[in-house]
């Protein structure tokens, strides 16, 4: 009990720090070197940040939305203050400028079937897949890219290595190619070329009391770099997991005996209208093959033809029975 308090006193005085950096840089006071100094001395940092920043944008803009909703917008600023971590309401009120400086976050997202080509301000290209959203900060000292949902695959220029966030997760890439995916509570790096290293966390030594530091994690290519609630791990990518991952970005996507649960679950990140399995006896059917990611029509002939199933539409999307 007492490590989880801690814990959750940490991060709030985290936020709290982020915040007050946040109101510093706005009012024109900031000591650039010690700020530097502070978001570098831990993924944390910058993760606290990054949010501090994201939660502000996003009320800044609800706020200068075109509709006469003062009350609302005080509010919104008002839930942002808190949510930042106690930010005072004048540095919040104050920071129209804020999006041009130094520390903004530009942004782009993908629609549900649409992929999205990218060129970053230092020459390297990202491709977003299917209802995926990234956010990046480049300068001439830092490489900075925060995926807020999603999947992106990411070919990097040389250059310093490229910090790459997702959820409370971050990873260093070094020039390469690499396809990172936003998957439940963990970030999964596969490195096509390049290598990708977990940044280092604490974990709680239960005999000492002393947080002991967790080796780095380095994936280089054809390895995955799982990052999740648990220490970072890295794996043999095999092949075929390889065509898989990359097939998205050809317009396709690739089944290796998986489920029928598993591949419809998959399929429908790309479609407006979904597949749904009627009858839940197919769930565990093996499903092997390449089909077009834009039109179900071939997976689903597939289904019917290989295994003997019955796609029917329904309601805008598809049932699946026996």
């Known amino acids: 009990m007492s490590i ?95 999006t041009s400086r130094a520390y903004a976050w530009d942004s782009s997202h993908s629609g549900v079937g649409e992929c999205k080509r990218l060129i970053l301000p230092d020459g390297s290209r990202a491709m977003l897949n299917t209802d995926s959203e990234m956010q990046w900060r480049f300068s001439d000292d830092e490489r900075s890219l925060w995926i807020v949902r999603g999947e992106v695959g990411l070919e990097l220029v040389p250059g310093i290595p490229a910090r790459i966030h997702g959820l409370d997760r971050m990873a260093s890439l070094s020039q390469g190619r690499f396809n990172v995916r936003l998957e439940g509570t963990a970030m999964d790096v596969t490195v096509l070329s390049g290598k990708a290293s977990a940044a280092p966390i604490s974990t709680p030594a239960v005999i000492t009391g002393q947080p002991a530091p967790t080796p780095v994690a380095i994936a280089s290519p054809s390895e995955g770099l799982l990052l999740s609630a648990v220490a970072p791990s890295v794996r043999k990518a095999s092949p075929q997991r390889l065509a898989a991952t990359i097939a998205w970005q050809q317009g396709e996507i690739v089944f290796d005996n998986e489920p029928l649960q598993t591949a419809v679950r998959e399929y429908n ?45 329904s309601n805008g999307g598809y049932v699946l029975t026996r």
């Open 4 to 98: 989880f308090n801690d814990k959750q006193r940490r991060k709030r005085r985290i936020a709290r720090e982020a915040a007050t950096w946040l109101a510093r840089h706005d009012s024109g006071t900031i000591d650039e070197e010690r700020f530097h100094a502070w978001r570098g001395a831990s993924p944390e940092h910058a993760i606290a940040f990054a949010r501090a920043l994201a939660v502000w944008r996003e009320a800044q803009s609800k706020a200068d939305a075109d509709i006469p909703l003062p009350f609302q917008s005080r509010f919104t600023r008002r839930r942002a203050a808190a949510a930042i971590g106690g930010m005072g309401m004048a540095g919040l009120l104050t920071a129209g400028a804020f």
């Open 269 to 313: 990140r790309y479609l407006a209208d979904k597949i749904v399995i009627a009858d839940p006896d197919l769930t565990g059917i093996p499903v092997g093959g390449r089909f077009t990611s834009t039109d179900p029509a071939d997976f689903l002939s597939a289904l019917e033809l290989g295994l003997g199933l019955r796609a029917t539409r």
